[in-house]
């Protein structure tokens, strides 16, 4: 394994900015406001053409063990406590101040490799800076401008001069047999409590404060000999409620997440039923054509009269996407995880299917004689032959002719038809439809001297009969 690299400071010191431009990357969120960044995010440094290392985003620690900062602070210890190596990040241009002198001390007890890196000194003295923070001990500093790469160089340099060959830190596994799912929805629905149950641990902080969650955070599991990326996003809101830029870079990372995704994990609140918000969420991951899974959390909270007032709202609500399975469980308790795994797996294999030009072809040639196209205007649509468009989600691609003018309704019969064919689940199936060119449009058939002559005794000889 890589070493470890921690970034732990206070708040708004630049750490995230440092993540970037160690991992040349925009994976974590950078924003003016303090306590933007809450879980680990973890990177790789490739700056050194021969050494590479993993790098740790934290969230600043403010002091405050309650509530969210709490939980933000004991992230970042948790962190420093792996690392093999902790850049202490200080703000050059405000200078050491009481929560810098709180997270030195801890940093001393914990007895971590510990190095002092004095950022944002663009604009302002160097060795002013230095001076400042030379009552903390530190015999090498190092000063840096993240957000203009201005001494990062030197910076690897010296983390890798400390680090160890093997350390702790674990990359994001390449594997193309790993399955990439995405826990969305909209804020406070239990994605990070569910993702916390699925890997055994604290990962990701789960909070009853709407949109604790900001950023999307990837991890890899094992589990009965599969392999998966979990993928932890930022809930969700209509664009109208969505007011803070802070908010806005969230919800492109989510739609990112959604769109790098194999199979998307709807969540629901069994409490509340299916909202606005949760139609926002449902829309973009069918915008994307990722497969599907919806899943009911807190389910084992509700009453046997509450439960069959959530499956008829649900039905209701979800017919459009009737084609998803729906898994009840409860992320607290972990009850219904084994079936939420086996829709996962049903759903991915469904969109990856691959199919073979022969079956699709012998598939419509059933579909058209069961039920033909009805006739618009008196031209009855013709489907001559189809071939795979590809896959994630199904495509087939339909040649024939007139189809411009084929009805919505018989698109979504052939899909149906389809779907239950080859019996696919949670996926969406796509078809495109394009009409052959006539190859004579536009052209003129000129005639021969011979052919007009010809033409001409033929009319003479009509008029004379």
């Not at 929560?99 to 030195?104: E, S, T, V």
């Not at 789960?206 to 589990?223: H, K, N, Q």
């Not at 018989?410 to 199936?429: S, W």
Request: glycine residues 8%; proline residues 4%.
């Amino acid at each position: 394994m890589l070493p470890l690299v921690a970034l732990v400071g206070r708040p708004n010191v630049g750490k995230s900015t440092l993540f970037n431009a160690l991992t040349r990357s925009r994976d974590a969120l950078v924003h003016d406001q303090p306590g933007v960044t809450r879980d680990r995010n973890y990177g790789v440094c490739r700056l050194d053409e021969e050494r590479h290392f993993v790098v740790v985003d934290t969230g600043g620690i403010a002091g405050d063990e309650e509530g969210l900062a709490g939980a933000t602070a004991r992230q970042a210890r948790a962190a420093a406590e792996e690392a093999d190596l902790v850049l202490f990040v200080v703000d050059g241009r405000e200078g050491p101040s009481a929560l810098d002198d709180d997270i030195l001390r801890w940093l001393r007890k914990a007895a971590r490799p510990t190095v002092l890196v004095i950022n944002k000194i663009d604009g302002i003295d160097e060795e002013a800076a230095r001076s400042e923070f030379a009552r903390y001990g530190f015999e090498d500093v190092l000063t840096i401008a993240a957000s203009h790469r201005q001494g990062v160089d030197d910076l690897v340099d010296e983390a890798l001069a400390r680090l160890p060959e093997e350390g702790a830190g674990e990359i994001l596994d390449t594997d193309p047999n790993r399955i990439r799912v995405a826990f969305v929805g909209r804020p406070n629905v239990g994605k990070s409590t569910l993702v916390n149950r699925l890997l055994g641990e604290e990962r990701m902080i789960a909070s009853d404060v709407p949109g604790t969650t900001r950023d999307s955070i990837a991890v890899d599991l094992e589990r009965d000999g599969r392999l998966y990326r979990l993928i932890d996003t930022a809930g969700l809101r209509r664009r109208a409620r969505v007011e803070e830029a802070v908010e806005k870079f969230s919800v492109f990372k989510t739609l990112q997440a959604i769109e790098q995704c194999q199979v998307a994990v709807l969540m629901l609140d069994a409490t509340e039923g299916v909202t606005d918000q949760d139609a926002t969420v449902l829309g973009a991951v069918l915008d994307a054509g990722r497969a599907l899974v919806v899943v009911i959390n807190k389910w084992d909270g509700l009453t046997t009269y509450q439960r069959e007032q959530a499956e008829a709202l649900l039905s209701r609500k979800l017919s459009f996407v009737e084609w998803a399975e729906v898994v009840r469980i409860s992320a607290l308790h972990g009850s219904g995880l084994r079936e939420l795994f086996k829709a996962v797996h049903r759903a991915h294999a469904s969109a990856n299917r691959e199919f073979g030009t022969s079956e699709v072809n012998k598939a419509l040639e059933i579909a058209y004689e069961t039920n033909p196209p009805p006739s618009i205007r008196g031209h009855v649509s013709k489907l001559r032959y189809v071939h795979p468009g590809g896959a994630n989600p199904p495509t087939f691609i339909v040649h024939g002719t007139r189809l411009k003018v084929l009805p919505e309704s018989y698109k979504r019969y052939l899909e149906n038809f389809f779907r239950k064919r080859f019996k696919l689940v949670g996926t969406p199936v796509r078809f495109m439809f394009r009409e052959g060119t006539n190859p004579y449009e536009g052209k003129k058939n000129v005639l021969t001297e011979r052919q007009i002559a010809k033409k001409k005794r033929l009319i003479r000889h009509v008029k004379g009969r």
